[in-house]
């Protein structure tokens, strides 16, 4: 398995895995999320290819206060290989590299990942997550 970090030319393909996962929204267009996190130098998204295949991403971004992670996505035919182990690994590593002291992510209601976390070390947080559209169209 090879990492590498995304172009902007990676777009359809990254869409179209984070689409067979499940992860894309109807108010989150994942091409607009893929170049906003492209074109910051505090963000970034990693890939996971095995040969020509794309079998994993994971997006991650600081901040300046914390870093996040989003979009962490394995192929469903290739979980259980440690695909997104290695993927999360790359990203706090690149994370710790800009500074960022603490890393959260965020899992909504029902995603089965939620299990994947806390095997790999992460810790369920005592917050509530508030949110606000700035966009007015959606």
């Avoid at 172009?7 to 170049?35: G, K, V």
């Amino acid at each position: 398995m090879d990492l590498r970090e995304a172009l902007l030319q990676d777009s359809p393909a990254i869409a179209a895995l984070w689409q067979t996962c499940e992860l894309t929204r109807p108010w989150n267009d994942p091409h607009a999320d893929i170049a906003l996190a492209l074109g910051n130098a505090t963000s970034t998204i990693w890939l996971a290819h095995d040969g020509e295949t794309l079998v994993g991403t994971v997006m991650a971004g600081f901040e300046g206060h914390r870093g996040w992670i989003y979009y962490l996505a394995t192929l469903p035919d290739r979980r259980g290989e440690g695909i997104a182990a290695k993927l999360l690994e790359t990203a706090q590593d690149w994370l710790a590299q800009l500074g960022c002291p603490k890393v959260e992510l965020m899992v909504r209601e029902g995603n089965e990942a939620a299990g994947l976390y806390e095997h790999l070390g992460w810790e369920k947080q005592p917050v509530a997550v508030y949110a606000r559209w700035l966009r007015k169209d959606v």
